[in-house]
């Protein structure tokens, strides 16, 4: 398989992927992008020493995986003039909502991985559900997580259902993270504290105990326990969150995000 890796669109997740190539010392000359907003194609060039391309050419043939990286809603229009150089191509798509199927009928190509990223992709820290058709080989597989890898961690899941609900827990999963801590520190300047040092300890105690519980391997239940001292200040403060049930909020608002990425891909997966 060919080296050369063709984006179809150079925004901020692509920026994470090619940043990460980059890093890891894939060469720019096997690096292709096609964006047609200039102001980006300066950017990328700038940051990755690409030189993106304004519009799809025949060059796209050398590519041996395609990554698909525009809004779901511009597939159509971004695919036509790609799909008579790549039909022979590996395709990743990280286009939210949009298909497998859509993807490989339009493309010519059903070796087609599907991944959801999220957001922290761009500091390397992200975590991407993927997704294979059958056309795609063990060496597809491990050509996507070869890819990806610079952006974070990888996760199979057996079913394209299945992407539905990582959309809804991972993909999204960074705002419910910052909603939380947009509220800790409210609540603490309220109590008199500045700003500054309030996010500071929100976001410090946050990343402290994700570390904490990936390192451990205890259930969240479990960890939530060991700090929770009957009379004690987290008791009341759990106490009070299981009054206002939020608990069961924040499981209505995964369940909504998943039945919003079931709609779009049922309205995309039209393409």
Not at 64 to 75: H, M, N, S
Not at 147 to 160: F, H, M, N
Request: hydrophobic share 50%; net charge negative; charged share 20%.
């Amino acid at each position: 398989m060919s080296s050369c890796i063709a984006f179809i669109g150079g925004g901020n997740m692509a920026g994470a992927i090619l940043g990460g190539l980059r890093r890891a010392g894939h060469p720019a000359e096997d690096l292709l992008v096609v964006e047609p907003f200039e102001a980006q194609r300066e950017r990328l060039a700038a940051e990755h020493g690409i030189r993106p391309l304004a519009a799809a050419d025949a060059s796209l043939a050398r590519a041996g995986a395609v990554i698909w990286a525009v809004k779901p809603q511009l597939f159509q229009e971004a695919v036509a003039p790609v799909a008579p150089h790549v039909s022979g191509a590996l395709q990743l798509s990280v286009m939210a909502g949009l298909r497998s199927d859509a993807v490989a009928r339009a493309t010519g190509s059903d070796r087609v991985v599907r991944g959801m990223p999220n957001t922290p992709a761009l500091i390397g820290a992200g975590i991407t559900g993927l997704f294979a058709r059958e056309a795609a080989t063990a060496r597809d597989r491990a050509r996507v997580e070869q890819i990806l890898a610079p952006t974070g961690r990888t996760l199979w899941v057996p079913s394209e259902e299945d992407l539905d609900t990582v959309t809804a827990l991972s993909g999204s999963g960074p705002a419910y993270f910052f909603f939380l801590v947009e509220h800790m520190v409210a609540a603490a300047q309220a109590l008199g504290l500045d700003e500054a040092k309030a996010r500071e300890l929100a976001l410090a105690t946050c990343a402290g105990a994700a570390a904490l519980a990936l390192h451990s391997g205890e259930p969240p239940a479990q960890l939530r326990e060991k700090v929770t001292s009957k009379g004690g200040t987290t008791h009341a403060a759990i106490t009070s969150l299981q009054a206002d049930e939020v608990g069961a909020a924040i499981e209505r608002a995964v369940i909504a995000a998943h039945r919003r990425a079931q709609e779009l891909g049922d309205e995309f997966g039209k393409a």
